[in-house]
Nanobody, 125 residues
Framework: QVQLVESGGGLVQAGGSLRLSCAASGRTLSSYAMGWFRQAPRKEREFVAAISRNGGSTYYPDSVKGRFTISRDNAKNAVYLQMNSLKPEDTAVYYC??????????????????WGQGTQVTVSS
């Protein structure tokens, strides 16, 4: 079992940047594929980014491609989400998640086994 804690959220103006971190404890993070999701009020949880266990493969939905970058440091048991050129529509609670059965993280939230508590990102116009 792994415990996940997100940090790095906050309030930023449109066009700005934030870097989210997800710290893991309990088991080594290299055993898991990882993903980031977000959920805005009154909306479904949305896939944001995924990364393979060794960090060699990543993918993103079109809504964030070219602006967001997922990375991981297995030695530090951490995953990151660098968010650039932020837009008001990026406002949401952001969650990291760990998936134990696959090499590359899924875009489907139900395939993940562990979740963090989330960190709020607010982008003002």
């Amino acid at each position: 079992q792994v415990q996940l804690v997100e940090s790095g959220g906050g309030l930023v103006q449109a066009g700005g940047s934030l870097r989210l971190s997800c710290a893991a404890s309990g088991r080594t993070l290299s055993s898991y594929a990882m993903g980031w999701f977000r959920q805005a009020p009154r909306k479904e949880r949305e896939f944001v980014a995924a990364i393979s266990r060794n960090g060699g493969s990543t993918y993103y939905p079109d809504s964030v491609k070219g602006r967001f970058t997922i990375s991981r440091d297995n030695a530090k048991n951490a995953v990151y989400l660098q968010m650039n050129s932020l837009k008001p529509e990026d406002t949401a609670v952001y969650y990291c998640a760990a998936e134990k059965d696959d090499w590359l993280g899924s875009l489907y939230s139900y395939e993940y086994d562990y979740w963090g508590q989330g960190t709020q990102v607010t982008v003002s116009s």
